[in-house]
């Protein structure tokens, strides 16, 4: 069964500086990988997602994700850090053979400070 | 983009009682909605998965005679809660997948507290 890590539980980082939150899965074929944001008391925003091909992908609110077969790895990126980016942020994968139905990860707390 | 909306965003029910949660597509046909059950700080849960005009696949560990899923239309799901209890009480979210389409679309979510 696929499975999703997110090792850090809370990141805190200043305004304007970068910011990497990591990601590993666990599956046996090409998985479809996928990053959301949820802001509190709400519902989820897709950030990004990888099915195949450039194993760079950009998003929107100009994040990006590196796909790494090598080390199981797609972890989030963005160049400088705006205080409304302060939310959840959880990694997910495609159960076997669908992009639909997800395995998420315990996900990442990011505090912006100013 | 594609909208799903969830209804209620907030409701609290006695301890007993069920609860309706629907979720709806607004500008495309759902064939297929996810339920996911998020408590607090945690992640989300997948609790089942809805197909237009036929039963839903539950996952493992999550009670069909609970948490009963219809999906009678393309364009809308719900989820009942029957004979809720406080442990019920969690963040209740669906996911819906158009016709054709490789996105899935989150609703905004519906807060249960069971007293």
């Known amino acids: 069964a696929q499975s999703v890590t997110q090792p850090d539980i809370h990141i805190t980082v200043s305004e304007g500086a970068s910011l990497e939150l990591r990601c590993n899965y666990s599956y046996g074929a090409t998985p479809y990988l996928f990053w959301y944001v949820q802001s509190p008391g709400q519902g989820l925003q897709l950030l990004l997602k990888?099915?195949?091909?450039?194993?760079l992908v950009q998003g929107i609110k100009g994040f990006e994700a590196e796909f790494k077969r090598s080390q199981s790895s797609f972890n989030l990126r963005k160049p400088s850090v705006h205080w409304s980016d302060a939310a959840e942020y959880f990694c997910?994968?495609?159960?076997?053979?669908?992009?639909?139905?997800?395995?998420f990860g315990t996900g990442t707390r990011l505090q912006v400070t100013l | 983009g594609a909208v799903v909306s969830q209804h209620p965003s907030w409701v609290i029910c006695k301890s007993g009682t069920s609860v309706k949660i629907e979720c709806r597509s607004l500008?495309?046909?759902?064939?297929?909605m996810f339920w996911y059950r998020q408590f607090p700080k945690q992640s989300l849960m997948l609790m089942a998965t809805s197909n237009e005009g036929s039963k839903a696949t539950y996952e493992q560990g999550v009670e069909k005679d609970k948490f009963l899923i219809n999906h009678a239309s393309l364009t809308l799901s719900t989820l009942t809660v029957t004979s809720a209890h406080p442990e019920d009480s969690s963040f209740y979210i669906c996911?819906?997948?158009?016709?054709?389409?490789?996105?899935?679309?989150f609703g905004e979510g519906s807060w249960l507290t069971v007293v």
């Open positions: 996911s819906a997948k158009g016709q054709g389409r490789d996105t899935i679309y």
């Open positions: 997910a994968v495609g159960h076997t053979g669908t992009a639909s139905k997800l395995t």
């Open positions: 500008d495309f046909q759902a064939t297929t």
């Open positions: 990888y099915f195949s091909g450039d194993t």
